[in-house]
């Protein structure tokens, strides 16, 4: 518990609250008055009220999408699992710009929808809907499907065979089974939703404001670090009461589970019920997830003299401007082994404050439960400018090293890894440990013994989460030292911002490399999952 | 604990795993590298960097510290205990910020007398000019070619009914080019005239987007990117720099430009370089800056950065020569009136265009 402690207090608390206390405190003076007077802005009120209903929306209507999903992923067999499976994963670690554009494409003007029906839904709210969708169904694909498919299905049968109905056996077994997972995905996607920026910028234009953008626009546009440090105070209190809330739903319903290897509990999708619901979940991904994906996929083609290949062949001339761009190559190297590092933090750090609240009650833990889940909920401009005013300091001089970037991304892979975690580690039967302890075994053979070879299929995919999100990190990226080093996000974005037919195509293959780059690591280490697990149980 | 071990074992394996990253540790007590701190657009070829090691002995380092805003504000945070040593890319829409602030000290650069005194706004030498760039409306040739309609040349012509629902701009709270648009029309019509003239504007179908990279690659149908997500505007808030730019990332290069430039729209942006407060390697800096100046970096710039060198003596590329134009009466604005006016002009634009 000590480590990630540290590691929390040096790498987010203390940033956060310097920058804090640098806007709010003025020449020594508190500025405390200024809480009632900035959240009595009409304008500032509309922000908070937007950023809160369209989270909410947004995180409903994800769940209602990706529960299926989560269902058929767990429950189901069928052949190209694991390759959708990476696949609904990549959207995750795509740039939002590039998003923006793919979903510009289909409901904007002269998109699908326009050209089918007349549809347009740029600038409504649907689009960031939508889009939001698009991101976060991995989230709950991959949490609540991670724990679904080790649920025993003999214990929803059992019930059944007891006289319950189908509907009864699944609300009364295995919901309250899922619940704690569901519970952790719908938090992860209101947090990241609630705290969506580019989604909200892009797709919702000027009109459209979340807390997120604000403190970005009083920080980075205005410098009104005073109002910035008050909206931060408001980001921190609805974090904690959300975070307050779920863990108060989560205690009461978790309870120890009876896990299985996920090979024993899917089979083949079997009647018309079934089908229907399969054929429903690959019509909704295909919709909503590879399509986006295919328009950038199909722009990396389309060239001036029709498809071809020139785009991905320019990528590895050497820009007529010298220094821009280093060989393709290169980015997707330093793309991965950034992503290595966060990954290898993440789970370290992630991986033993699971381990040490599983094995810890008490409020102190739970407060520090609900702490770790902060950086997805608190704004990245915040945390980046908290780093330049506490990290100036040798040996603590970080602003230019490269380590700042992945310490960064596993600022947000951790949550992830604790939030997968958590669950099965909690489900594991103390009974279990304690025998182990009975007959001999010391704690770290016990957890080797019990807990790792339960705990493995929940670390991998939290390895997946982790890698993911860091590979396609792009925030914190920017930010570093070596221009020469750039990741892929950071050169999609660079090329973007210059005008030209071929940095525009170059952007779009590059996007379409970094997808699959990011469908091949996970489909690696879903080989990983599968090779290790196999005779295990 | 032993999980301390693993993490530090981590930090160094995964250290050495980086390879190529060949980065030192903390520097001697003669620093040899100093370092540039920049926005994000900042770029500048290897060889003309090698130059500046060859001609001083110091290597440069550059950080790049986001937008130009964010870049700005960074070294405000930080002043005293700066990342590097010099800073590029405060111009004259920020300017008086970085100075108010004082994260610059005073340097006269050697071969200032070839920088024309109009762009040397600060007498007492805390930043230097190093480039000038122009925010102009760019124009699709090819539509105004179909439409016989002839391409709008003025600020006023923006606002004719032939050109009505044709123009996209950017927030100018986001974006510096809609900020450059907004100056120019402030500097056009006066502190007060300026507003009637977005009235019109907005009467005529003006659209808004939060950045260029939107209002360039989605809504301007005269670039590439905008004609791939088939944008119907064929007016944009761009640079004037940007038809040269078309024409260099096409492939083959065409003889002549897709887009155009509205000449009479444009407001002049000065890009200008300081030594830092609290710099670790003063000596450097103060040699960096008289090399952002001297002809060997000056000559590079215009096709890395898309922007006009300030020495007299500076040639440019042909690609400029043949596809840019100049600007003859741009529009500006000192960097203290854009200071002073800067937020509450902004302010009355949201009120008045977005709402």
Known sequence: MVVPVAFFALFFAWPVASIVERGLRVDGAWQFGRFGETLSRPEILDVLWFTLW????????????????????????????????????????MPTVMVGTAFLALVGRGGLLDELWGVRLDTTVWAILLAHVFFNYAVV??????????????????????????????????????????????????????????????????????????????????????????????QFVAVGAVLAVHARTVRRRETALKLVAPEQT?????????????????????????????????????????????????????????????????????????????????????????????RRAGRLVRGFDAL??????????????????????????????????????????????????LPVLRAVDERLREAAAVLGASPLRAWREVDLPLVRRALLIAAGFAFAVSLGEFGATVFIARPDHPTLPVAVARLLGRPGELNYGQAM????????????????????????TSGEF | MGAAAIVAALGVTTLAACGGSGEKAADGPAPKTVTLVSHDSFAASKEVL???????????????????????????????????????????????????????????????????????????????????????????????????????????????????????????????????????????????????????LKANGVKTVDSWELAYNQEFSGSAGGKKAKGDRPLVVSYASSPPVEVLYSEPQPTVAPTGVSTG???????????????????????????????????????QMFVNPVATDATLPELFTKHGVVIDKPRTMAPEKIAEKRDQWIQQWSSLVLK
């Not at chain 1, 889940?373 to 100036?392: E, H």
């Open chain 1, 54 to 93: 369209q989270a909410l929306a947004s995180t409903a209507l994800t769940l209602v999408i990706a529960l299926p999903g989560a269902y058929v992923f767990a429950r189901f067999d069928f052949p190209g699992k694991g390759l959708l499976r990476a696949v609904v994963t990549v959207p995750f670690v």
């Open chain 1, 141 to 234: 694909v991959r949490t609540v499907g991670g724990l679904w498919a080790q649920l025993d299905p003999r214990q929803e049968e059992a019930a059944r065979v007891l006289g319950a109905s189908r509907w009864t056996a699944w609300r009364t077994v295995t919901l309250p089974a899922l619940g704690p997972s569901v519970a952790a995905a719908a938090l992860m996607v209101f947090l990241f939703t609630a705290g969506s920026f580019a989604v909200v910028q892009i797709l919702g234009g000027p009109a459209y404001s979340t807390l997120e953008t604000e403190i970005y626009r009083q920080t980075v546009d205005r410098f009104d670090l005073t109002t910035a440090a008050v909206l931060t105070m408001v």
């Open chain 1, 266 to 358: 899917s089979r083949r999708p079997r009647g018309a019920g079934q089908w229907v619901l399969f054929g429903g979940v690959l019509v909704s991904i295909v919709l909503l997830l590879v399509l986006p994906l295919g328009v950038l996929v199909e722009r990396s083609f389309d060239t001036p003299e029709g498809y071809g290949l020139d785009y991905y062949r320019a990528l590895q001339s050497v820009d007529p401007s010298g220094t821009f761009l280093v060989p393709m190559a290169d980015t997707i190297r330093n793309s991965l082994q950034y992503a290595l590092v966060a990954t290898a933090i993440a789970l370290v750090i992630g991986g033993l404050a699971a381990a040490a609240l599983t």
């Open chain 1, 372 to 421: 770790l889940m902060l950086p997805l909920g608190v704004s990245a401009v915040t945390v980046g400018f908290g780093f330049l005013i506490t990290l100036d300091e040798p040996p603590l001089d970080l602003r230019a090293s490269w380590i700042l970037v992945p310490l960064a991304q596993a600022l947000v892979g951790v949550p992830f890894v604790v939030r997968t975690m």
């Open chain 1, 509 to 532: 293959a590059l996007s379409t490399i970094l997808m699959v780059v990011c469908a091949v690591a996970l489909l690696l280490l879903e080989r990983l999952r599968t090779d290790r």
């Open chain 2, 50 to 200: 090698a130059e500046f090691t060859r001609q001083t002995g110091f290597t440069v380092k550059v950080l790049k510290s986001g937008d130009a805003g964010e870049a700005v504000n960074k070294e405000i945070l930080t002043k005293g205990s700066p990342q590097g040593d010099v800073f590029f890319g405060v111009d004259n829409t920020l300017l008086s910020r970085a100075l108010d602030n004082g994260i610059f000290v005073p340097y006269e650069a050697k071969g200032t007398d070839r920088i024309p005194a109009a762009v040397q706004s600060d007498q007492e030498h805390r930043v230097t000019p190093i480039d000038t760039g122009d925010i102009c409306v760019n124009y699709d040739k090819k539509y105004f070619a179909d439409k016989k309609l002839s391409p709008p040349q003025t600020f006023d012509d923006l606002a004719k009914p032939e050109y009505k629902n044709l123009l996209v701009v950017e927030n100018p709270e986001r974006s510096s080019p809609g900020l450059g648009f907004l100056l120019g029309t402030a500097a056009q019509y006066g502190d007060e005239g300026w507003q009637d003239y977005w009235k019109k």
């Open chain 2, 265 to 303: 729209t444009c407001f002049r942006q000065t890009e200008y370089a300081g030594l830092l407060n609290g710099a670790k390697n003063p000596e450097g800096g103060k040699k960096l800056i008289d090399f952002l100046i001297s002809k060997k970096f000056q000559d590079d710039m215009p096709l």
